[in-house]
T-cell receptor, first 113, second 115 residues
Framework: QKEVEQNSGPLSVPEGAIASLNCTYS??????FFWYRQYSGKSPELIMS????GDKEDGRFTAQLNKASQYVSLLIRDSQPSDSATYLC?????????????FGKGTTLSVSS | DGGITQSPKYLFRKEGQNVTLSCEQN?????MYWYRQDPGQGLRLIYY???????QKGDIAEGYSVSREKKESFPLTVTSAQKNPTAFYLC??????????????FGSGTRLTVV
């Protein structure tokens, strides 16, 4: 069974704090991992991708990957009210027919000013 | 500008009717995908296609059908067999060539309501 698990939240943090979002996945063979941000009623937008163990930083965002633990996380530093959204973790998984992204249910982040 | 176009943005359907959602991309992407999203839920995979004239079932294909006659187009038909079709439908595409695995580009979505 291909599964991606996230805490649904809501995760509430004050403006300027660090928000930490977590994700676990079932397929040990997965190699590619993505974080999407989705505002209510809109389509998801890609904010980070990570392929290797360790950290990947892009501005205020840091993605962390630990393949041995099957764990991916997203840190948002200096959180802003505009960061309030649902964050979707997605993992590329293969089956006999091909490859597709499997999404978690998303974590809702609320940043208060 | 390149992108994915989904139409219509809002669609209302009577129970028992089939309806087709359009998805067109001009990104020259190989693969196209259809997802369904219900309130408070993540995206669930309906169908995907990696090459023209070939497509694969996702996790919730029952009650849906697709075609891939052109690389640019991947329409989704919601049939009367789909018991609960009211949802937000998202189309996505990506390139399968090159190194690594790319993320998706998403369309803006179609919100289908059964009345």
């Amino acid at each position: 069974q291909k599964e991606v698990e996230q805490n649904s939240g809501p995760l509430s943090v004050p403006e300027g704090a660090i928000a930490s979002l977590n994700c676990t996945y079932s397929d040990r063979g997965s190699q590619s991992f993505f974080w999407y941000r989705q505002y209510s009623g809109k389509s998801p937008e890609l904010i980070m991708s990570i392929y290797s163990n360790g950290d990947k930083e892009d501005g205020r965002f840091t993605a962390q990957l630990n393949k041995a633990s099957q764990y991916v996380s997203l840190l948002i530093r200096d959180s802003q009210p505009s960061d309030s959204a649902t964050y979707l973790c997605a993992v590329n998984m293969w089956d006999q027919a091909g490859t597709a992204l499997i999404f978690g249910k998303g974590t809702t982040l609320s940043v208060s000013s | 500008d390149g992108g994915i176009t989904q139409s219509p943005k809002y669609l209302f359907r009577k129970e028992g009717q089939n309806v087709t959602l359009s998805c067109e991309q001009n990104l020259n992407h190989d693969a196209m995908y259809w997802y369904r999203q219900d309130p408070g839920q993540g995206l669930r995979l309906i169908y995907y296609s990696q090459i023209v004239n070939d497509f694969q079932k996702g996790d919730i294909a029952e009650g849906y059908s697709v075609s891939r006659e052109k690389k640019e187009s991947f329409p989704l038909t919601v049939t009367s067999a789909q018991k609960n079709p009211t949802a937000f439908y998202l189309c996505a595409s990506r390139n399968l060539t090159g190194t690594g695995v790319n993320g998706y580009t998403f369309g803006s979505g179609t919100r289908l309501t059964v009345v």
